[in-house]
């Protein structure tokens, strides 16, 4: 299986949802009410099944407030592992969550929210999830970071496309 299937699958499930997250943001801006676009964090995990075991992505969404923009975000995390049936674990992947609840304003000088105790995904899957959910959503370029809890995460402008 090309690994470009499952980025493709998770990126059909997440379009929507930050389609939805615009337009209810759009529609606060209209009303006046200043709402974020996330209240809170939304977070889900979507199973991808192989052959030879199991794949498994975690996303979070959290609104971010970028100071430098003056732009209002989505802010998605993402987390990506494997795990082999015969292997350890027989087929259990453990994933982080990401932390970092969103809602507030943070400067670029403050420290994300520290990592937990959950094992770090898988760092070259993440990174390459990441990037193609960045480039298939039309993320914000340059937004790519590493989190502390070693996923990677991208910016979502909340501005009508």
Request: proline fraction near 9%.
């Amino acid at each position: 299986m090309a690994v470009e299937v499952w980025y493709a699958y998770v990126n059909r499930y997440l379009e929507p949802v930050l389609a939805a997250c615009r337009e209810v943001y759009q529609a606060e801006l209209r009303a006046g009410t200043h709402w974020y676009p996330v209240p809170g964090a939304l977070e889900w995990t979507l199973p991808f099944g192989m052959d030879d075991g199991n794949g498994l992505v975690r996303l979070t969404v959290v609104s971010e407030y970028v100071p430098e923009r003056s732009e209002t975000w989505a802010r998605v995390a993402v987390a990506a592992g494997t795990a082999a049936f015969m292997g350890p674990g027989t087929g259990d992947v453990a994933l982080p969550r990401y932390t970092d609840g969103g809602g507030e304003i943070r400067g670029v000088r403050e420290p994300a929210a520290p990592p937990g105790s959950a094992p770090r995904p898988d760092a070259r899957l993440t990174r390459g999830m990441a990037e193609a959910l960045l480039e298939g959503v039309g993320g914000v370029p340059g937004s790519l970071r590493e989190e502390p809890g070693g996923e990677y995460s991208f910016g979502v402008s909340m501005k009508p496309e």
